[in-house]
């Protein structure tokens, strides 16, 4: 889906005190999980490695989310 021209819509959700676990995959998954700081994600961004919107603003909402609970 493209959301330029649907009325799709994209929940940010933010989770803490993950523990790791695993479950069988579907045969068609090839799922990659990496694990980045907030600063590397902030800079993944600066760099141009992460470039989709969805994450930008996903990274970006929840750093500010973060920095006002800290102030």
Request: glycine share 6%; charged share 30%; with cysteine.
């Amino acid at each position: 889906m493209a959301p330029g021209y649907t009325t799709e819509y994209i929940y940010l959700f933010v989770c803490s005190g993950l523990e790791p676990s695993s479950l069988a995959a579907d045969d068609d998954e090839d799922i990659e999980i990496e694990t980045l700081t907030p600063d590397e994600a902030l800079e993944a961004i600066e760099s141009g490695e992460i470039s989709d919107a969805k994450s930008v603003v996903g990274i970006l909402r929840w750093h500010r989310l973060v920095e006002s609970t800290n102030r």
